[in-house]
Structure formats: structure tokens, C-alpha cells
């Protein structure tokens, strides 16, 4: 009769002892298994925040949406990799690449020279550091800070062909925290690869892969603050909806910040302003609409899965295209009307 007190003061001390030593719990927001804490609000290596377009990046859209919207496409060997001393500015390292083939150009005459100029940070991990003699494909843009020059936006735009000619391409199959995983691909099938993507998507495409196809008014567009700096987020008044549930009041878009190229960008999603009516293809997103600081109260947002190609802006009786190309509203009208009536015809079949 004695024992049965002595039993439970050890399974209480053990208990104790176990909830000590174990550290928190996963209630408590350390980083374990838990059915009410999205991934991407637990921190990476070295305890920082993952933001939730950390997660996609390594993605299969991610790589096809960066190839999509970028206005230089070039191939070719490293020739010189210099730092550029007793500079201020950031992308201090300046590269010379032996080009083998231009796969986008955005001005006429940069497809005929055989050497190209631009500039760069220091690649970070877990891409390798870049060399002299290098083979590499490269995203590449201009910049206005550094007198319009090419520069290479970030780590994602490069990709590395190593010693066995294969193109080494940093891959996630799923947006999670982890590491991405390098998978080897021979350099002629990514290239086929890019020259397929790089045909302009149609409107009749965007159409039938939109979750949402409005008409609307833009109410606001800013730049997020604090920790949401990254992000720019436009809202606009639904004024007439083809395709999808915007659901009640306004829709809020949600991109990746990119403040400093709006002025090379005119006539795309960038330069969204209060009161300019927009034709919208979104795509609601479960990445972004979770809480962060991102987001802090959960509200629904919505991606452009297209990026710049995925607004028109409408004036008058004309809808603008890139280039300048007008067409007009009461034919695009009819066109969405009948694309997106196919398109939940071949959904219910």
C-alpha cells in the first residue's frame, strides 16, 4: 500500500523532468510537428524568418515564371570576374561573359556581339561561387540605378553547367523550408524548355489557367511595411467579373517589391496607380494567403501567374497590350466571355 505514492511522485518527477529537458513544445511555436503553424512562420538555419516566396523559389513555376519575365536571355562562358573597388553601390562585381547564343535580347543589335557586360553581388549558398571560366545561362535586366546597365538580379537567375556539360538547376518539388536538391538536365533540352516558355502567352491561354478573370478599378498600391517591405499590394473594385468568385468587396493582389525597375516597366502590373481601370488574370494563392507578416490577418490574395503579361489596362473604349498594341473592349469582351465559358465546359466534363 506503501508503494503506490512512491510510484506517482516518480512518474510526476519524470514527467517534470521530461518537459524540462525537452524544450518547448510545439504548441509553444518551436518549430514542431503542429497542425496550426504554417511552415513558412518557422525559422530557417541560423533562426531567421522564411518568407513565403523563399519557399517557392526553387520551384518548377518559379524557374518558369523568372524565364518568362525576363528581358535578357544569354548563354555563355565567364571571361572575368572582377570586384569593383571604391564604389557605394551594390552589384560591385563586375562580369565579362564570352557569349555562345542570345535567347532574348531587349534591344536591337545585342543579339550580333559576342561579349557580354553586367553586374553582380557575390553568389550566395547553395549556389557556387562564381569563376573564371565558368558555363552558365543567365536571366538578366537592366537597372536603373547603375545607368541602365545589365545587371543579375539575384541567385535564381543563374545556372551553372558544369564539367560534364550538364545544366545544374536548383530544384524544389514542393514549397517547403528545406534545401533545394540540384538536378542535372543536358543544356539542349532547357533550352527547348526556355524557347517553348518564351512564346507570348495568348489571352485565350491566360484565360482557360486563371482562377479569376476580372474587370476592375485600382483603389490603392503600396509598398508593405515593416517586415512586408518585399511585397507590393494593389487592391482593386471588382467592376466586372468573366470567370471565378472574387468574393465580397475588393480583391488584393499580392507581388514581390521591385520599386527601382517601375520606371523601365511602363506598361505593366508594376505601375499600377489609384484609379486606373485594369483587365486582371489572377490565381488565388495558399502559400501567401496563410498568416505572416506578409499578411496579418489571413485575408485572401490573389498572384498574377504571369507576372507583367497578367493585367491589360483598359482607357476608353481600348485596351493596351505591351508594345502599344491596342484592341478593342467590345471584342476582348466577347472573346473572355466565350473562353471562359469553354473553359468551365471542360472543367464539368
Known sequence: MNRMPAVTLLSTVAMILGSVFAGPTA????????????????????????FPYELVNYTKPAHDVRIMNSPTIVLGTVESYDEIRNTEKTRNHSVYLRVESWLRVDRPGLESTERAHFRMLPLNPPHKPMKVGDRCLLLLERDLRFDNS?????????????????LEKLTKHNPTADDPVIVEQSVSSFLEEIRTLLHQVSLEQQTYNSDLVMVGVVTDSRQGQDRAEDFIYVKVEPEKVFKGDPGKGQVTFIQKANAARWA???????????????????????????AGTWNPKAEP????????????????????RRAFRPILLE??????????AESAKNKSD
Open 264 to 290: 523601365v516597366q511602363v506598361v505593366n502590373r508594376n505601375s499600377f496607380k489609384q484609379g486606373d481601370r485594369v483587365l486582371c488574370f489572377a490565381n488565388k494563392d495558399p502559400t501567401y494567403s496563410r
Open 301 to 320: 490574395l490573389w498572384i498574377f501567374p504571369y507576372q507583367r503579361l497578367s493585367s491589360l489596362f483598359l482607357g476608353g473604349e481600348t485596351a493596351w
Open 27 to 50: 504548441a509553444q511555436g518551436s518549430g514542431g510537428q503542429s497542425g496550426t503553424k504554417p511552415p513558412q512562420q518557422e525559422p530557417g538555419k541560423g533562426g531567421r524568418r522564411v
Open 331 to 340: 471584342e476582348l469582351y466577347a472573346d473572355l466571355e466565350n473562353w471562359s
Open 150 to 166: 545589365l545587371v543579375l538580379g539575384t541567385d535564381y537567375y543563374h545556372y551553372l553547367i558544369n564539367e560534364d556539360g550538364l
